[in-house]
């Protein structure tokens, strides 16, 4: 589960100032805000029906509202469902059931009694070896049950039947799902269909063939947490798509094959920036890989785009890569429960995610079924 980064270089006027909320078929100016460069891209057509093939992205340099600015770009969004390259229309929020319950025996992170979504840590997690071994069983089970999740991905099944099934799996080992009460979130994972970045909420919506779906998966086992994600075709998905799917994860793992002890973090995000682009794709600034142990969300932060941030990578160290790559634009909108982040421009988003421990000579993903 991605942590969010909040920029705050407004330096040009080629710099969107938008990360809005929609309210039914409107949208609000949000706390959020979001000011990389525009170097984002938007879709082509190929010639073949739901094809895509990025191109250049044009920004009006004119000087809007974040309203105006959202409000357009909806209006595209909904111009796209009546085009033939969109099989599938926008996503619409569905039904979301009440919160599943967990025994109480089963041990709980301390935020899920607060209910307030906890800062970031400003430690490293570095466990000792006892620590590493529950980090280990902790990431094990994460990685089973999000294999599991991945086999239900079909047309008709609901993203709500998806996290019933993950809840139980979970808690039938004796663990505690992460994001069930994680500042709110009201479910037991996250599932985040095309356009959505990250922390889809599952709902009554059924998945439709052609659909991409980013499961994400946490579990709290023994004290220690366990993250990965990954996304998953539903039916018969467009080329296009699979090609994003596919490039995504090759950038996870070159992201990870930089990883040792005495490594620069920045390495991560030149590495992934490099391939993303190589492709024609884009990767989102606005959420980070993040230190995990213990503590859900810690330092290091890890940035997934080019980036000068200082720090060495220390023997121990545990911590997700999670790179979100997109077709268009990497700006986005935000649903009004505050989690479902889209694409603005409407065009899909894969993401992956693996927790690893940095080793003398490399690392090892632990999260790997």
């Keep these: 589960m991605a942590s969010t980064v909040f920029l705050s270089s407004f330096s040009s006027s080629s710099s969107l100032q938008l990360c809005s909320s929609f309210y039914g078929e409107y949208l609000a100016s949000s706390r959020c805000f979001i000011g990389a460069p525009v170097t ?8 073949k029906k739901n094809s895509f093939s990025p191109r250049k992205f044009q920004i009006s340099s004119k000087k809007v509202s974040g309203l105006e600015e959202a409000i357009r770009i909806r209006r595209m969004r909904e111009l796209e469902t009546t085009s033939k390259v969109r099989r599938n229309p926008p996503l619409r929020r569905g039904r979301v059931s009440p919160r599943l319950l967990v025994p109480d025996h089963i041990p709980r992170p301390p935020y899920v009694e607060s209910g307030v979504l906890p800062d970031i840590s400003s430690e490293f997690q570095i466990p000792g070896p006892e620590g590493i071994a529950k980090m280990k069983a902790a990431c094990e089970l994460a990685a ?11 047309p008709s099944v609901t993203t709500n039947e998806i996290d019933k099934a993950v809840h139980n799996m979970i808690i039938e080992a004796g663990a505690y799902p992460s994001p069930l009460g994680y ?28 659909d991409i779906i980013n499961i994400d998966v946490t579990v709290y086992l023994d004290g220690y947490h366990g993250d990965t994600s990954k996304t998953f075709f539903c039916g018969d998905v ?8 596919k490039v995504t994860e090759e950038c996870l793992e070159k992201g990870i094959a930089v990883c040792k002890d005495g490594a620069s973090f920045k390495k991560i995000g030149k590495r992934i920036s490099e391939h993303a682009e190589k492709y024609g794709f884009n990767v989102v600034e606005r959420f980070v890989g993040h230190g995990v142990g213990p503590v859900f969300h810690s330092e290091p932060l890890i940035y997934h785009y080019r980036n000068d941030e200082p720090g060495l990578m220390v023997e121990g160290q545990t911590f997700t890569i999670e790179p979100i790559l997109t077709i268009g634009t990497t700006e986005c ?10 694409t603005a421009d409407g065009g ?3 993401q992956c995610e693996h927790t690893i421990l940095i080793t003398r000579t490399g690392s090892e993903i632990l999260t790997k079924c």
């Design 144 to 154: 089973r049950v999000l294999e599991y999740a991945g086999t239900l991905v079909k």
């Design 333 to 342: 909108v935000t649903w009004p429960d505050n989690w479902t982040t889209l």
């Design 40 to 47: 984002s891209s938007s879709l082509s057509l190929s010639g």
């Design 348 to 350: 899909v988003a894969a």
């Design 183 to 210: 500042g709110g979130f009201p479910k037991s994972v996250c599932t985040s269909v095309n356009e959505c970045m990250c922390h889809g909420i599952p709902d009554s919506r059924q998945l439709q063939s052609g």
């Design 238 to 245: 467009d080329e296009g798509f699979k090609r994003l799917v």
